[in-house]
């Protein structure tokens, strides 16, 4: 950038007419990077304990709670990891911010001390049963469309029945117990799918909906290429010596015959180069996207 930011200026990034998110500008103003997993960050509550983008509560008494600088824009979700199964904590996405209790959080799962996992939705309990849950296992809320799914470890465990509103949503969270802890909050944009895409950023003011002027575009395409065969045509043993799992086997012929698919039509100009293993022997060979 040119200039520094004003107040309420973001730089937000798009794919063609879809708005990813905003940017995370350096200390210098101008520099900016955007992350598809980007870990959150905290404003100060004399009550809670912060390190990075893991939070605790330290002290008895009434329940605590805060929300991250960072909101959820357009798809994507919200995820902790668990540091302990003894503490009654909960975290998730919000509307707005009415209060520090669990309840006032519109889409969101309680750890309970009793090593069980539930979904609340503005304190209401949706869960018929319980979701058993070990340190380490990654719970997170998802937002795709107006659809709010529950996940642990990537699977989905909960999906609810409240549409959600297409407008930026904030990253909520709540503590019961005293020392309860939600580890490495990280917001998480989905996967580019394959095609074309076609970046641009520009500043927007928050507060007033003013934006200027979209920078050049950057294109993208996003191909996924699979190696499929490796045809040895030589010696007693022929044919295909490419494993399902991607390894090869023991080969005498110098010249293979490679074949494969793509997961797009080729465009103009673009070809799939092919380049020889430095050994024949027992080949690994990877599927990669190719971009």
């Known amino acids: 950038m040119t200039a520094a930011l004003g107040e309420n200026e973001v730089v937000a990034i798009y794919d063609g007419a879809n708005r990813l ?9 101008r520099s900016w990077t955007y992350d598809f997993s980007t870990p959150v960050s905290f ?5 809670l304990a912060f390190d990075g983008n893991s939070v605790s509560k330290r002290y008895q008494g009434p329940s605590s709670g805060q929300v991250a600088e960072q909101k959820l824009v357009g798809d994507g979700k919200v995820s902790t990891t668990v540091d302990e199964t003894t503490t009654t904590r909960t975290f998730g996405l919000n509307k707005s911010d009415d209060s ?31 979701v058993d849950y070990a340190e380490g296992d990654v719970f997170s809320v998802q937002r795709i469309g107006t659809q709010i799914t529950y996940l642990k470890n990537g699977e989905v465990f909960y ?40 970046f641009t ?28 065969s490796i045809t ?22 110098t010249t293979q015959t490679y074949g494969g698919t793509l ?22 060979l990877p599927t990669t996207p190719y971009v």
């Open 43 to 47: 404003g100060s509550n004399i009550n």
């Open 100 to 130: 520090q209790n669990a309840a006032d959080l519109d889409y969101a799962i309680q750890l309970n001390s009793d090593g069980t996992a539930a979904v609340y939705e503005n304190g209401v309990l949706r869960t018929e049963s319980s």
């Open 159 to 198: 999906t609810s029945t409240v549409p959600a509103p297409s407008t930026d949503l904030l990253v909520d969270t709540a503590f019961e117990s005293q020392f309860g802890t939600l580890k490495n909050i990280v917001i998480e944009k989905p996967s580019l799918a394959l095609g074309n895409h076609q």
């Open 263 to 284: 997961a797009l039509a080729l465009q103009e100009g673009q070809k799939v180069g092919v380049y020889a293993p430095v050994s024949y022997t027992h080949l690994t």
């Open 21 to 29: 998110g905003e940017a995370t500008v350096g200390d210098d103003g």
């Open 201 to 228: 950023t520009r500043v927007e003011n928050t507060e007033t909906k003013e934006a200027g002027e979209a920078s050049a575009a950057f294109d993208l395409t996003l191909q996924e290429i699979k190696l499929t």
């Open 232 to 253: 040895d045509d030589v010696g007693a043993v022929q044919g295909n010596i490419l494993n399902s799992d991607g390894t090869g086997s023991d080969t005498d012929d």
